[in-house]
């Protein structure tokens, strides 16, 4: 890894650099013009969003600037890890891990035993590196008929 990646808390204003990061991030399997703008949507951010008392947003920076971040929600039995996206030019270079690690330790933190969430299907030989188990598959939010990997991650085990 070119540099220890920093974290720190999202600011309201950096909701639309954030949701341009995450669009990236997803371009970057190859999906078609018209899937992105389906799904943009559902991943653009709001100021709100990076400021709700059940969510924490964290950027991912390296050298100053952001390469990434992730969003958790508390859940009364579980931490539901909503988003976590690393600027294409920095993948590969660990802050993917790094980032993953850094939700698992705030959801511990909030005292939860496990981390889940819904993975790109691109996204999920990350996530079973680390640790996650596929539970099943979960229906999309923007596609009808489109199911995506539905992951857990036990909080006391350690990332691989």
Do not use: N
């Amino acid at each position: 890894m070119p540099t220890s990646p920093t974290f720190r808390r999202a600011r309201p204003e950096e909701a639309r650099a954030l949701t341009e990061l995450a669009l990236r991030a997803k371009r970057h399997w190859g999906y078609s013009d018209e899937f992105i703008e389906t799904m943009t949507p559902v991943m653009t951010l709001t100021s709100a969003d990076l400021i709700r008392p059940a969510d924490h947003v964290e950027v991912c920076q390296a050298d100053g600037r952001p390469v990434g971040f992730f969003r958790l929600r508390r859940r009364t039995e579980l931490a539901w890890l909503e988003d976590l996206w690393i600027d294409p030019p920095a993948m590969g270079q660990g802050y993917g891990r790094r980032a993953f690690e850094r939700a698992a330790d705030v959801a511990r933190g909030w005292g939860k035993g496990v981390m889940e969430w819904e993975s790109d299907p691109f996204a999920e030989p990350f996530y079973l590196h680390l640790g996650g188990t596929r539970e099943g598959m979960s229906p999309s939010q923007s596609l009808p008929g489109r199911s995506i990997p539905l992951m857990r991650f036990a909080l006391w085990a350690e990332p691989r």
